[in-house]
């Protein structure tokens, strides 16, 4: 049987923060549902690929404060799910979708052994949950028969729409919630409660 290293092991504490915060996003999607109407009323076909990376948001903001493998995945799928009881149009799609978004998402930190959670791979995770998504748009909603053009415009805003409002939005989330001390007990945490102290230890070190 395999062993995860320590550092990939999650604690109780931690299953339920991610859990919580899966939970606490799905009305967020929820709620989304109305930019996705107005832009697409503004817009036409692309408005859905303008604004859908804020559905990956969570996964990233997750995988961002936990570093361990499976928190993109699993808070993603848990707030596809919860919407359903809430009353999303998609139904039961959504335990569908939830999955394929959050694989999307943790392909880049798997493909890192998770040791990397820089700018870059934070918005490669938005690119990777972008693609997913579209491949499965493309079998569920028949994309094959749009228009060539069409279809690579489509995906080019996905892409940096998961690499904006998932990737850097939720990086920005992640890191200001770090910077409230709120996060103390877990990786992103720890990492800014230790640049703080170098950062003062810094300034002391200079007014020397």
């Known amino acids: 049987m395999t062993v995860l290293p320590k550092d990939h092991q999650w604690t109780l504490k931690e299953i339920i923060v991610m859990s919580a915060?899966?939970?606490a996003f799905a009305p967020l999607y929820m709620?989304?549902?109305?930019v996705w109407a107005?832009?697409?009323g503004l817009l036409g076909p692309i408005g859905l690929d303008i604004v859908f990376g804020f559905w990956f948001i969570v996964?990233?903001?997750c995988a961002h404060i936990f570093?361990?493998?499976g928190a993109a995945l699993i808070s993603e799928w848990i707030a596809a799910v919860v919407q359903i009881p809430l009353g999303s149009p998609s139904g039961a799609w959504l335990i569908v979708s939830g999955f394929v978004q959050g694989f999307g998402a943790e392909v880049p930190f798997w493909l890192t052994r998770y040791k990397k959670f820089n700018?870059?791979?934070l918005m490669l995770?938005?690119?990777?949950?972008?693609?997913a998504s579209f491949l499965y748009n493309w079998f569920r909603f028949g994309y094959a028969g749009l228009a060539p053009g069409l279809l690579i415009t489509m995906l080019v805003i996905r892409v940096i729409s998961g690499a904006v409002l998932a990737g850097l939005l939720g990086k920005g989330i992640a890191e200001g919630l770090a910077a409230t001390?709120?996060?103390s007990s877990f990786p992103l945490g720890k990492e800014w409660r230790e640049k703080r102290r170098k950062s003062i230890h810094e300034k002391y070190s200079e007014g020397a």
């Open 21 to 23: 915060l899966g939970v």
């Open 31 to 34: 709620a989304w549902i109305q």
């Open 38 to 40: 107005i832009a697409t």
């Open 59 to 61: 996964s990233i903001i």
């Open 67 to 69: 570093r361990k493998p």
């Open 119 to 121: 700018t870059s791979i």
């Open 125 to 131: 995770s938005g690119v990777g949950a972008s693609i």
């Open 181 to 183: 001390g709120v996060l």
